[in-house]
Each structure stands twice: as C-alpha cells, then as structure tokens.
C-alpha cells in the first residue's frame, strides 16, 4: 500500500518520511490489515495540546509548547547530550540532515528522531533499558538566551514470564509524571480500567517502575503457529499506553508508547485421548489443534485413511481450537491383535500418526498416539439354521488351542461327533459342524429347537463362553426321544376344515391334546406308551403307534 499525507498538497509517506514526520505504517498480513497511525504532531497536522511524549514503533517524538515570541527557526542552535555529554551545537538544518526534524510551529516545539541515531543512547534506568535523546534548543539575541529543553525517553523492551507479557518504564524518566494516571490498550485503542481488569491486565507500580502485564493470549492480540521441531506458537501484542499527569486542573504531560511486544516461541502440544471403548471401537480425540493447523493426513497402522475409510470428524472448540475425533472398529482390519497367554487376553492396539500442517507455509509436524485395549476373548461360533438342523461355524485363530469345545460335559471329537450324527469338517481355516434335528444335545420348547455349544478353559474347564442357537422345527417332525418321549409337530392345515382348530385336535386318548399350536400346527409330545399307543410286540423290536 501507498499512502500520502494531503492537506496543502499530497506527500508521499516513504519509510523515511514517516519516521521523519511522525508517520507509523505497518502491513500485518496475519491481521489481515494495514495500519497508518499518525501522530498529533506530524508533520501535515494542526494541533493545540500540552507536552507531548511519543515512543512510536519507528521514532521517538517530544513536543512543548514555546513561547509566542521566541526567535525564528533560523537562529535557533540544537544541542545534543549522550551520557551527560554535552555534543557541540549544530544549526537545525544541519540537525535535519542528521536525521532529526526539529519543527517550530506557532505555538509549539516539536523534535522527531528514528532509533538508534549516534546522538541517542541507550541506558538503563531502575534496572529497564531504555532509548533516550535530550536535545537542547538554543538561541540567543542579544543579552537574551532563549532555551528550550526536549526529552524522548521510551523503555522498548517486552518481557515474557509466566503467561504475561510485561512492559516496564521507569518513573524516573518524567519526574513530573508522579501523579501519572495510565490507561493501557492494544492496537492503538484504549480501554477502561475496569475492561482491562476483567480481562486480566495488571498494572502495577513498584520500586519506582510501572509494569504492565498483559495475558499473552489477551483479545487483540494474535498468535501465529510455528513448527521447530515441534509445535510452537507465539503471541504478538500491538500495546498502547498512555500516561498523563494533572496539573492542576489540566494535563500537563501526555506520554503515549506504541510497542510491538512479541512472546518467545512457547511450546503448543497437541494431545490425544482415547474417549470411549463403547461398541468395541476405538475412540481417539486429537485436540488442541490450533486455528492455523490443519489435520493434513492420518495414518493409522501404518496405512493412509481419510474420512471415506475411517470416521474422521472435526469438533470446532468454543476456544479457538479445534479437534478430530477418529474412530476405527476393533474388527477393522487394520487394528492389530496379539493375544496374551497369561491372563487369556486379546490386545487391540491402534499406532496413529497425525500429519499436522500449519497454514500457510505448509510445515508439518507429526503427532504420534498409541491406543491399546485388552479383551478377554474366547472363540465364538456363528450359528445358522437351516432346513433340517443348525449348522456352526468357527473362523480358527491362533490362540484358540486354549479353549476347548463341548456340548455339555462331551467334548467335541470326531468320533463323538460320529456317534452323535453331526457332520464336522475342520481345515486350517475354519471348523464346520452340521447338527440336524433331533440328533443328541437339542433343547425342544414349542415349535423350536434350541442346540448350544461351549468353550471351555483347557486348563480348568471352566465355561468361558456358549453360543446358543435356536430355530424354529419344520413342520411334520418326530422326534422319539430316549427317555421314552414321542413328540410330533404335525401341519392340520388340509386335514382340518376351514375355521377348525389345530387346539381341538387329540391323540387316540382323547385326554391327550397338544401341548403348543398355531394356526396350522399342533405338537404333542407324550410318553409313547401312553395316550392310547397301540403297542405291537415283533421279534426283535416294539412298535408304538398312535393317531
Ligand atoms: C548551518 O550550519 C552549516 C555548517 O556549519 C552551514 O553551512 C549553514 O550555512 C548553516 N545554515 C544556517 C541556516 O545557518
Ligand atoms: C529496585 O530497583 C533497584 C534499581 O534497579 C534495584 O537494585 C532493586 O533490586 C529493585 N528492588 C526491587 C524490590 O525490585
Ligand atoms: C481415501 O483413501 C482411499 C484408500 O487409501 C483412497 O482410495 C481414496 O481416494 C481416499 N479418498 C480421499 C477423498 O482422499
Ligand atoms: C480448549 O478447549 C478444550 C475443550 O474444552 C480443552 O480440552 C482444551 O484444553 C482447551 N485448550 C486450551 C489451549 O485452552
Ligand atoms: C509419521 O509419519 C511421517 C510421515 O508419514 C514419518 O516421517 C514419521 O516417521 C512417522 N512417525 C512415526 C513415529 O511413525
Ligand atoms: C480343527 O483344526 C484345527 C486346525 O487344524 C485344530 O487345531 C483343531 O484341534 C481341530 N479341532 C477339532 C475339534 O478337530
């Protein structure tokens, strides 16, 4: 940006001219502004006020009153004194070819000087250093020695310590400040008291020194991220102060101190933690994640993911944070299991490795977060029923030799399975077992059929889990069970007329009704020798019949 100074013609504010003429321009990218500030004294300025001391970021700039009659600027003499020495007096042509502007207005004197000129000089007072420049005016006529005395003293220096920044000016710099009243701001705006004390300022006077402590991370200033290694950030404040002092009833000196105060690089760790283990998933929170960072890529076991393969969700904090909320199954492929022998344990365990970007130069850093869970796991078998029995099916992982499989107290061998009638087939992948209807083991309850396996602990065998399965019976199903019991499902639906209920039906006894129905079926289960079985006596066998 260009600016230009209008009033009786347009000036060019070059970085010069500025410090020259009490001109501050500053360009803050990360703001997103550009500030122009110009001193009541600039050079394209009219203005009636007291004594006026500006430490501005760029120059230092003392004005005073003079007096109505005091000589014309060509016969005035500047001195100069550095550490109490007085230099030799110079012309104010001359002083402003050194770089200093020494301006007489009607009512005023005004010096203007950038930092760091040869005759300032740096000195500290009460401990803080400051920048300071004591020009003498001089001019005589005749036996009569006009004298004009202008002092700029401006401490620069900020402090960090404990989550303050602090400024510190020594008193001794404007004696006559004793009854000094301080109002303090940021970005050239300043607040009331009671505004800075609610947001945490602290102005204190002690040993003879002002401080002004300001919460590094206060409203106005801003932060920036950095990557060194790690995450850092640092804070820079724009402050304004600005310090008074009555006399009687009107001001008689104004300071006012611009200063750029910047935090050191401070350490901002990001953090991870694992939220809930609910529905067997991990659940990994990364906050703290500055405004200027961006979550660039998650690399989870070593593999890329993104939020169209794990859920990722970003949570904005009411606190200019924000966080990711990343969420993988304990199933998902990608979680490693390694199981523990000692206490029969699986162990779960996810590596993240957060790619982090801060905007926009684009540094990354990597956060990196481990998130481990212990499952006390034995196999479970997935059961499914099919037409004439229910068929279990046991995926084989390495451990599983710790557990053993039994129906009840039988354990599940080949040769049982044989003598039972199941079909089993076992390869390295997985165990297959077919139990149809019927066979040894199944719980009847009405119209179904209940079959259940356990596991067992090798060692101990303690019942570590079960899988039970229930399906319904097919219709036209007998059962003769070896405790003597018939049971029958039969389907009435065509032998019965319309509106006739399976409930009404019996066997040969007609004391014997059925124990469950429905709409079409009716299941009796009776002792077979009982409830009018007919009972037929062959040579090498019985037949119990009924109807
Ligand atoms: C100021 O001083 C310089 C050097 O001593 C001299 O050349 C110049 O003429 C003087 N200017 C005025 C206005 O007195
Ligand atoms: C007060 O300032 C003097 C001069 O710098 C210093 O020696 C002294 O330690 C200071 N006292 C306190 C309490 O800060
Ligand atoms: C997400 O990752 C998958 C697998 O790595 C990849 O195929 C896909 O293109 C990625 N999607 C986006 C939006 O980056
Ligand atoms: C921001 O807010 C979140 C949520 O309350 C909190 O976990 C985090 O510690 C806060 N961060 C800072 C830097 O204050
Ligand atoms: C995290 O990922 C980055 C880049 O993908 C890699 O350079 C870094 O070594 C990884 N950190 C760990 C601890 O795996
Ligand atoms: C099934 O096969 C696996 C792996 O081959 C073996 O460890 C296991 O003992 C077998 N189980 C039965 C019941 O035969």
Redesign the pocket.
């Known amino acids: 940006p260009h600016f230009e100074a209008v009033r009786t013609g347009a000036y060019t504010i070059t970085e010069q001219y500025a410090a020259e003429c009490g001109y501050s321009l500053m360009v803050l990218p990360l703001l997103g502004h550009v500030e122009l500030r110009a001193s009541y004294f600039s050079c394209h300025t009219d203005n009636k006020s007291p004594r006026e001391v500006i430490c501005e970021v760029n120059y230092m700039e003392v004005s005073v009153q003079r007096e109505a009659y005091s000589p014309v600027p060509?016969q005035w003499q500047v001195m100069f004194q550095r550490d109490g020495d007085l230099l030799s007096p110079?012309?104010?042509?001359?002083a402003r070819k050194q770089g200093y502007v020494i301006k007489l207005t009607d009512r005023r004197v005004v010096l203007r000087t950038a930092y760091g000129q040869p005759e300032s000089f740096s000195v500290k007072v009460n401990g803080v250093p400051v920048e300071l420049v004591h020009a003498t005016l001089l001019s005589r006529q005749g036996w009569l020695v006009f004298m004009v005395d202008l002092v700029a003293a401006c401490s620069m220096e900020g402090l960090y310590d404990s989550g303050y920044i602090t400024w510190e000016t020594p008193q001794a710099l404007y004696p006559r400040l004793d009854s000094a009243q301080i109002s303090v701001g940021l970005n050239g705006e300043l607040m009331m008291q009671s505004v800075a004390e609610k947001r945490g300022y602290i102005v204190d006077n002690r040993n003879t020194t002002v401080h002004i402590s300001i919460p590094y991370n206060a409203d106005g200033g801003y932060r920036k991220s950095l990557v060194s290694g790690e995450l850092y950030e640092y804070y820079i404040l724009h402050l304004y102060v600005e310090q008074t002092s009555q006399k009687k009833d009107h001001i008689d000196t104004r300071l006012r101190f611009h200063g750029t105060l910047v935090t050191p690089l401070l350490l901002h760790p990001v953090f991870t933690e694992n939220t809930v283990l609910e529905d067997r998933t991990f659940t990994v929170y990364l906050g703290d994640v500055p405004e200027d960072v961006k979550l660039a890529a998650v690399h989870v076991n070593g593999h890329l993911t993104n939020a169209s393969v794990h859920t990722i969700v970003k949570v904005v904090q009411p606190n200019n944070t924000h966080g990711y909320t990343l969420k993988v199954p304990f199933d998902d492929p990608v979680v490693t299991q390694q199981f523990c022998k000692e206490n029969a344990t699986l162990l779960y365990r996810l590596d993240i490795n957060y790619t982090l970007t801060v905007e926009p130069e684009s540094n990354s850093i990597y956060h990196v977060a481990s998130v481990m869970t212990l499952m006390d796991i034995p196999p479970a078998f997935y059961g499914q029923c099919y037409e004439s029995g229910i068929s279990f099916k046991l995926d084989h992982r390495p451990f599983d030799y710790l557990w053993e499989i039994s129906f009840g107290t039988d354990l599940l061998t080949s040769e049982l399975a044989a003598q039972h009638g199941y079909i089993l087939s076992n390869d390295s992948q997985s165990l297959l077992l077919n139990v149809p209807l019927f066979t040894h083991g199944y719980q009847y309850n009405g119209f179904f059929a209940t079959f259940e396996i356990l596991m067992r602990d090798r060692e101990t065998s303690a019942v570590q889990s079960s899988t039970v399965k229930t399906c319904p019976f097919p219709a036209t199903e007998l059962i003769c069970s070896t405790d003597g019991t018939m049971t029958v499902v039969v389907d009435l639906s065509l032998a019965l007329p319309s509106g006739g209920s399976p409930g009404r039906t019996s066997l040969l006894d007609n004391k014997c009704g059925p124990k469950e129905t429905d709409d079409t079926r009716a299941l009796f289960s009776f002792p077979i020798n009982n409830c009018g079985s007919i009972i037929k006596l062959a040579e090498a066998y019985v037949t119990y019949e009924n109807e």
């Open positions: 060509s110079m012309n104010l042509s001359e």
